[in-house]
């Protein structure tokens, strides 16, 4: 097998692990076993507070003492483990700490399998700025398969997804056997341990227009958590109806919900042209409109013509909505920072997106989910109005906070590069 193939194959399977539980795992918790919203957001959480600090350990780690491709394999044997563990669990507190070690092994190999590609396209001579993106792709269409397939097969709301991700990770960490050697980096060795852990971007909260960037990348990484949380559940509540019990919103959400990837494919490829057209502030506020429009949507879509219209144009804006601010915001830090901690403030930014926000985001809207609950029925229009409120206040706040000023010209630049 070569190189790229191989690459293609590990992206793949990375990503499908997810796919096969992330969007449905909800719905699996709320109608299987019973969960409450708050119990299902605090087992969601468990994502946040693993990317707060373990991809920087992980990073540690491979770069001083293990090579990458090898530990990226014994993450996602023990990643096996936790899944097929997690799939036998009915309590909510242990699903947490289950689901929290998962976490922990898993969300760092996000990180190690770019390492992984970046590494082994240098060493046969290839451009990764150029020929990674065609690798990462497969990443997307492999989240993208293992919803069809979950949703196709009626596991939607079975424990069996759960041992789907468990199998396509034991599949992953022998098939990292085969990848090329990684070896450790005698430079990062002599890296402090500040440093290392990305702890030296924080001088970065001195300068107001970066606090203020951040701070919305936490809350941004909230609205992210919601929807991941619950945007499945929601669909699948439409079979309470028994208007809609047939329905193919009913029969098949996830793969409803997989048109929300397929539009992200399209709104990356569009970035550049909205940022050298408009600028970062700008695209920044799409996104966060973008937001509120899904979720608005969201608030008045139901299964019927009208309302399944609605629903589709959810999952289209969801791509606009995700992508504007987590590349444009990684553009953003890149143009921003000196060269000496960008790699540490690319870290913070994802920290503050998939950690801190995660985290937030999960707590707060199974808060929401519950107090709008009465006897098992959830009042889905008023939870959704709320999180779109919430993120139309947070797109007036940013127009008003955070200036910045657009430079068509280096913006092209800027671009051109990613």
């Not at 852990?197 to 958590?225: E, N, P, R, Y």
């Not at 992200?264 to 695209?283: C, D, N, S």
């Amino acid at each position: 097998m070569g190189i790229k193939l191989n690459l293609k194959v590990m992206v793949f399977l990375q990503f499908f692990i997810w796919g096969a539980w992330l969007v449905t795992f909800g719905s699996y918790m709320i109608n299987t076993l019973g969960f409450t919203g708050s119990e299902v957001g605090i087992v969601y959480s468990s994502k946040g507070l693993a990317a707060v600090i373990m991809p920087s350990l992980v990073g540690i780690i491979a770069d001083r003492w293990v090579k990458a491709n090898r530990l990226y394999g014994i993450l996602h044997l023990l990643g096996a483990i936790a899944l097929f563990t997690a799939a036998h669990v009915s309590d909510p507190n242990l699903m947490f700490w289950v689901m929290l070690f998962n976490a922990m092994v898993y969300m760092p190999t996000m990180a190690l399998s770019n390492t992984i590609s970046y590494f082994s396209l240098e060493k046969i001579g290839l451009d990764t700025a150029k020929d990674f993106p065609s690798i990462r792709v497969f990443g997307t269409v492999g989240f993208i398969f293992a919803l069809w397939l979950i949703s196709l097969l009626g596991l939607e709301l079975s424990n069996i997804q759960l041992y789907i991700a468990a199998g396509a990770s034991v599949l992953l960490s022998l098939q990292s056997l085969t990848l090329p050697d990684c070896p450790t980096s005698k430079v990062k060795k002599n890296k402090s341990w500040v440093s290392m852990l990305g702890l030296d971007a924080f001088v970065l909260f001195k300068k107001k227009k970066m606090a203020i960037f951040f701070l919305f990348a936490m809350l941004l990484g909230a609205s992210l958590q919601i929807t991941n949380t619950f945007g499945n559940p929601f669909l699948h509540d439409f079979a309470k109806n028994p208007e809609f019990t047939d329905s193919l919103v009913v029969k098949y959400p996830a793969i409803l919900s997989s048109i929300a990837q397929f539009s992200e494919v399209f709104f990356i490829l569009a970035i550049p042209f909205f940022l050298r057209r408009f600028g970062i502030k700008k695209v920044m506020l799409i996104s966060m409109i973008a937001w509120t429009l899904r979720f608005s949507l969201f608030a008045f879509g139901d299964p019927s013509p009208f309302g399944f219209t609605l629903l589709l144009l959810s999952m289209i804006v969801y791509g606009c909505a995700f992508d504007f601010f987590n590349i444009s915001g990684a553009i953003f830090v890149e143009k921003e920072v000196d060269s000496s901690i960008r790699a540490s403030a690319q870290g913070l930014f994802m920290t503050m997106v998939n950690g801190v926000g995660a985290y937030v985001g999960s707590i707060l809207s199974g808060k929401v989910v519950d107090y709008f609950t009465v006897d098992g029925v959830k009042d889905w229009k008023t939870i959704w109005l709320i999180f779109g409120s919430y993120t139309l206040v947070l797109a007036i706040v940013f127009a008003i906070s955070f200036r910045y000023k657009h430079d068509r010209e280096e913006m092209k630049h800027v671009t051109a590069s990613h």
